[in-house]
């Protein structure tokens, strides 16, 4: 597997009531292409703040990011956006939904930024939601759906437009274990089929459901750990 995500040496620093506090203190780790990698720790570790600078959300303070070769460190937001609109596709906790949206309609959102034509983008949002087991839901909206539904719509939004890179932050926070499950299989068969997922969590369990696992403390890496599907 190639190298698609190169992190050197990276800080972030905030300044809180007129004091520095620094995020992330020099974090520096390699991420191939095809891998399944969970990022874990507990809460003010400073996943977050990594999760934003690996989505092209933020910029770091100092040092160095390259995805797929392309140094990103420094880019400005508009073209930050071009890339994070291409490349990743995220999975937020809160499923970010419009609730007066149907689940089809919300999976088109993010294609219409990209100018795809109405014809083609109901297709690929047709698609993305049976590829998640919807079919039969695409025209409720969210209020009428379970929370792992509605997960499983956010899902589906943010693989639409078949980017490389999955960015899921705490996908299973909102769920019962049920539904999480069904959550973590669909990410599972993701990556099987060649996409890189970038698991966000707090909790080991779900972090061991990864095939690797980088866990932050206070804003450093620990030791790495070798993960075992569950």
């Given amino acids: 597997m190639e190298n698609l995500i190169k992190v050197n040496n990276i800080y972030k620093t905030y300044e809180l009531d007129g004091k520095k506090i620094n995020a992330l203190n020099g974090v520096s780790l390699d991420i191939m292409h095809g891998e399944f990698t969970a990022i874990e720790g507990p809460s003010g570790s400073g996943k977050s703040t990594l999760m934003n600078i690996l989505g092209c959300l933020d910029t770091p303070t100092s040092g160095t990011y390259f995805l797929d070769g392309e140094d990103v460190s420094g880019m400005r937001e508009k073209k930050l956006t071009r890339i994070r609109n291409r490349t990743i596709g995220f999975i937020f906790q809160s499923f970010n939904l419009i609730s007066g949206c149907s689940a089809l309609e919300n999976v088109e959102l993010p294609l219409i930024y990209r100018k795809v034509d109405k014809a083609k983008r109901r297709r690929m949002a047709e698609e993305a939601l049976e590829r998640v087991g919807l079919s039969d839901r695409m025209h409720h909206l969210p209020t009428q759906m379970s929370g792992g539904q509605q997960q499983r719509v956010a899902i589906a939004r943010a693989i639409a437009a078949k980017p490389p890179i999955i960015l899921a932050d705490e996908p299973t926070g909102n769920l019962d274990p049920e539904s999480g499950r069904a959550v973590m299989d669909i ?32 804003g450093r890496i620990a030791e790495p750990e070798k993960a075992e599907a569950v």
Wanted: proline share 0%; hydrophobic share 45%; aromatic share 4%.
């Fill in 187 to 218: 990410l599972r068969e993701l990556n099987k089929e060649g996409k890189t997922v970038i698991l966000i969590t707090h909790d080991r369990k779900i972090a061991f459901s990864a095939g690797r696992i980088i866990r932050l403390e206070a």
